[in-house]
Nanobody
């Protein structure tokens, strides 16, 4: 059964850094695209970043370009989101999501959440002023 578990969320000061982890199990990891999403109180869910199956493509929301980096460690079945120069507006619950398998192609990397079938429980990121 597909399972995704996020970790790494914390309280951090503005300008600081965090690395979120999305640990996956129950599927052929490299055949799935992985997305990071976030939702702040009173706001709609926002696509933050994605990485395609076989790491053929990545994408980022304009609000995080140049600050966040997504990567995949195949040996650990884990996708990371390195977040640098954090801002108070980055405060949200961060979720990872997965969609696959091989039929999606190696360049498929949408930032719209409805494209993903499997979701983790989320991890809280709070950036203080």
């Amino acid at each position: 059964q597909v399972q995704l578990v996020e970790s790494g969320g914390a309280l951090v000061q503005a300008g600081g850094s965090l690395r979120l982890s999305c640990a996956a199990s129950g599927f052929t990891f490299d055949d799935y695209a992985i997305g990071w999403f976030r939702q702040a109180p009173g706001k709609e869910r926002e696509g933050v970043s994605c990485i395609s199956a076989s790491d053929g493509a990545v994408d980022y929301a304009n609000s995080v370009k140049g600050r966040f980096t997504i990567s995949r460690d195949k040996a650990k079945n884990t996708v990371y989101l390195q977040m640098n120069n954090l801002k108070p507006d980055d405060t949200a619950v961060y979720y990872c999501a997965a969609q696959g398998g091989i039929s999606i192609g190696t360049m498929w990397c949408p930032l719209a959440g409805h494209n993903y079938d499997y979701w983790g429980q989320g991890t809280q990121v709070t950036v203080s002023t």
